[in-house]
């Protein structure tokens, strides 16, 4: 049963993404270690929930059905990447910085119109956006106000000046 007058409440949020994995220590230093989410909670040895700023989960980790296991075929269905935006463009300079300090390789970076992004892999190879929004009245609009993002190159040593 279809309803298309009916459109999601605007305070709708994302709450959180779960993904299987095949070493939840790994993951964890990935995670916690090094992008900075914090643990709020282990479940046994099998299970972690992480988070910013104290909120219940905003990452599940398992091994429940993946323990041990080859990372998802890339050319399949599922999941192609978690965002995870910061509140300011200096936060996501900083978790570049932390990144590049650390040798972990990027994937990619793009400057979206709408936000500036920064691409990576996490150990399982599951795709992981780190990004800061524009303001919205800063975003690209044509001249009937549709939203035009883009795909353009981001200057990351321009982003880290911001941290030096």
Known sequence: MSNRSYTIPAGTRIGHVHLKVADLDRSLKFYRDLLGFELQQLFGESAAFISAGGYHHHIGLNTW??????????????????????????????ALKRLVDAGYPLTGAADHGVSEAIYLDDPDKNGVELYWDRPKEEWPRDEEGNLQMITAPLDLDELLKLVE
């Open 65 to 94: 059905h993946s323990k041990n296991a080859g990372p998802a075929p890339i050319k399949a269905p599922g999941l192609y990447h978690t965002a995870v935006v910061f509140p300011e463009r200096k936060d996501l300079a900083l």
